[in-house]
């Protein structure tokens, strides 16, 4: 029996990462023999990822005794997240990175524009950022239908008080306080 496909694990694994409330981001697979590895991305938290990641464990192990299918001699499984820089390409994406310094580039624009994440429409169409700092701060709504690559930048120092207060605003307390601010 032949090492499953990306397509068979993913089918195998997602009623697993489904009934946590996630869904399977990528599966890669690296056939090395002995050291073959099985990667599941679900961008869930850590103590969840633990629990899918046992719970297929089990499944995988249950399926190979099955004869369902062969990982061979050996292999380790991983579950993790896609990673901070994998593009935000789903609304649950921002929705998760709130707070969060981002790097928007829109199609055919070549200079990004970076703000804050905050607060995402309830209908899932746009997502509030916040730019600039101290008295040049304000508020866009960024439309998420447009053509976009954005990417979660990494942070050392502590983000400006006055961006995280403006991030905690609802969506509706953004646009409001937009339309106060011009």
Not at 16 to 43: C, Q, T, W, Y
Not at 52 to 77: H, K, R, V, W
Request: net charge negative.
């Amino acid at each position: 029996m032949p090492f499953p496909t990306s397509e068979e694990i993913t089918a195998l694994a997602r009623p697993v990462v489904e009934a946590h409330g996630h869904p399977i981001e990528g599966v890669r697979i690296n056939r090395a023999g002995k050291k073959s590895l099985v990667a599941i991305m679900v961008d869930a938290d850590s103590d969840t990822l633990e629990a899918i990641s046992n719970e297929l464990s089990g499944l995988f192990d249950a399926a190979e005794a099955a004869g369902e299918c062969s990982f061979g001699p050996g292999y380790t499984l991983e579950v993790s997240t896609p990673g901070v820089d994998t593009p935000l390409s789903a609304p649950r994406r921002w929705r998760r990175n709130r707070h969060r310094l981002v790097s928007v580039t829109l199609a055919g624009e070549d200079k990004p524009m970076t703000g804050r994440i905050g607060a995402l429409a309830d209908d899932e169409s746009a997502v509030i950022l916040v730019r600039g700092k101290g008295k040049s701060v304000g508020l866009e709504a960024l439309r998420l239908d447009q053509e976009l690559t954005a990417v979660v930048q990494i942070e050392f120092a502590k983000p400006p008080e006055e961006q995280i207060a403006l991030t905690g605003l609802t969506y509706e307390e953004a646009t409001r306080w937009q339309e106060e601010h011009k």
